[in-house]
């Protein structure tokens, strides 16, 4: 157990709809991110906060946005969701805002129909 | 650009036997760290194995060890006394000092053969 929640584990939507994933960093960590995980395919690096701001941004569309709440948890947006939004998301956090060792949730599987 | 590369899509090993998995990343830079993920059926990412590019040694976690080539820019992972419970994708990864993003391989997808 990474210590990182991340709920739900799955869910199903239709195209068109929108969808929100939370995630719950461990105990202690300021860096939360979220990476996207294709069918059969390396993870994309979505966008970092740290302590409450945004840090980084990777390859995030812009029907996508994310925030980190003061309480440190955080939660992403997935908006007017297109079939190949389809994929597992995974939320990671860290203690540190570049210390490259992430702690990652289990995943939220997302699936569009 | 950073990029990582595992050029197998997919190994298998027998069990109690050794397997290597390949990496090479490409970098200007000189201050990195690069690790190696597991991810089980269980879709967790686990961490395996971290080194600094710093140093020389090679880092090794009990039955896992890696071979670090900064010159050639590799970063191959050694499994010894493969167990069924290392049956799992493989993600290579690194990220820069002082930089946000950790960037992944398209990963390695091992099985052991009983």
């Known amino acids: 157990d990474s210590g990182v929640t991340q709920t739900p584990k799955h869910l199903i939507t239709a195209t068109g709809q929108r969808v929100t994933l939370r995630c719950s960093p461990r105990?202690?960590?300021?860096?939360v991110y979220w990476y996207q995980q294709s069918l059969d395919q390396g993870l994309q690096f979505l966008i970092q906060?740290?302590?409450?701001?945004?840090?980084a941004k990777g390859n995030i569309l812009e029907r996508f946005s994310a925030q980190q709440f003061p309480d440190l948890h955080s939660e992403l947006n997935l908006s007017s969701l297109e079939l190949g939004d389809s994929a597992l998301y995974f939320c990671?956090?860290?203690?540190?805002?570049?210390?490259?060792?992430?702690?990652f949730g289990e995943g939220s599987r997302l699936t569009v129909l | 650009a950073q990029t990582v590369t595992q050029s197998q899509p997919e190994m298998s090993v027998q069990e109690a036997e050794t397997v290597t998995l390949s990496c090479t990343y490409d970098?200007?830079?000189?201050?990195?760290?690069l690790f190696w993920y597991k991810q089980p059926p269980s879709r967790q990412m686990i961490l395996v194995i971290r080194?600094?590019?710093?140093?020389?040694q090679n880092a090794t976690e009990n039955r896992f060890s890696v071979n670090f080539q900064k010159a050639a820019k590799s970063f191959s992972l050694k499994i010894s006394d493969s167990q069924l419970g290392d049956a799992a994708m493989y993600f290579c990864?690194?990220?820069?000092?002082?930089?946000?993003?950790?960037?992944f391989g398209q990963g390695t997808r091992l099985t052991i053969n009983p």
């Open positions: 990671a956090s860290a203690w540190g805002a570049n210390t490259g060792e992430l702690f």
């Open positions: 105990s202690g960590d300021l860096s």
């Open positions: 906060y740290y302590n409450g701001e945004e840090r």
């Open positions: 970098t200007s830079e000189s201050d990195y760290y």
């Open positions: 080194q600094e590019a710093y140093k020389q």
């Open positions: 990864a690194f990220i820069i000092q002082g930089a946000q993003k950790l960037v």
